[in-house]
Nanobody, 121 residues
Framework: QVQLVESGGGTVQAGGSLRLSCAAS????????MAWFRQAPGKEREFVAA????????NYADSVKGRFTISRENAKNTVYLQMNSLKPEDTAVYYC??????????????WGQGTQVIVSS
């Protein structure tokens, strides 16, 4: 049984930083693409960042490029999202997801329960 458990959310002032973690179990972590998505109140879920377990290539949404960094630690089956220079518009529930490919993640991937991030102005 695959489980993804996010942690590290909280409330921070604009300009501050947070690091989210996602611990995975029940899958061959090193071969999966791991990703972060977010959903703000009243908005659709949106892609934030992804990291391929095969190519180690990382890609980001334009809105977070230069501020957020995704990384993984295969020995701990954990993926991280370092968020710097946070803005109020980054306020959302952040979800960790896993799949063999980012292309199929929203339809067939595994998802965590989410962790709330609130950025106050």
């Amino acid at each position: 049984q695959v489980q993804l458990v996010e942690s590290g959310g909280g409330t921070v002032q604009a300009g501050g930083s947070l690091r989210l973690s996602c611990a995975a179990s029940g899958l061959t972590f090193s071969s999966y693409t791991m990703a972060w998505f977010r959903q703000a109140p009243g908005k659709e879920r949106e892609f934030v960042a992804a990291h391929s377990g095969i190519t180690y290539f990382a890609n980001y949404a334009d809105s977070v490029k230069g501020r957020f960094t995704i990384s993984r630690e295969n020995a701990k089956n954990t993926v991280y999202l370092q968020m710097n220079s946070l803005k109020p518009e980054d306020t959302a529930v952040y979800y960790c997801a896993a799949d063999r490919s980012i292309a199929t993640m929203t339809t067939s991937g595994y998802w965590g329960q989410g962790t709330q991030v609130i950025v106050s102005s």
